[in-house]
């Protein structure tokens, strides 16, 4: 069983409604769609929301309902996907929870979003290509790391 990263049950309350409520963790798995950093597992199963998603002809927050039932999983996510989500999920909630309850559940609004994130997950990648370049490589085992 995959553990659990998100779930409406959580932002009911401060959302005030179901459907705003799956507003936070619907734009940002339409944005980890967007990216591809959903596992091909979920992408095999939802092959044609997947792209009605990409064509922004479904929402993300309709999305986000309908093909998790209000749960967002890490078996949903590519590896990549898992990894970022760890190092990053709770800030993304804590910065953008409160704007998202408040919005339209529409592309605008994950326009408003998407930037953030994407800039997250760059920074994300170059620190992640930083740690890798300073381990050393196989003709260098004798130097020590610095």
């Not at 779930?7 to 967007?34: E, F, K, Q, T």
């Not at 095999?44 to 093909?67: C, M, Q, T």
């Amino acid at each position: 069983m995959s553990h659990a990263i998100d779930d409406i049950d959580a932002h009911i309350g401060a959302a005030g409604s179901l459907d705003r409520a799956a507003h936070v963790p619907g734009m940002y798995l339409a944005w980890c769609v967007n990216l591809q950093l959903v596992s091909a597992q979920f992408d095999n199963a939802h092959e044609r929301d997947i792209l009605r998603v990409r064509y922004h002809e479904l929402s993300p927050a309709a999305f986000f309902l309908k093909a998790t039932g209000g749960h967002l999983n890490a078996d949903m996510l590519s590896d990549q996907g898992c990894a970022f989500t760890a190092h990053y999920y709770a800030t993304y909630r804590a910065e953008h929870a409160a704007a998202l309850y408040a919005a339209k559940d529409d592309w605008d609004t994950y326009a408003s979003i998407a930037p953030a994130l994407t800039k997250a997950y760059y920074a994300f990648l170059e620190g992640d290509a930083k740690r890798h370049r300073h381990e050393n490589q196989w003709w260098q085992v004798w130097r020590r790391p610095s």
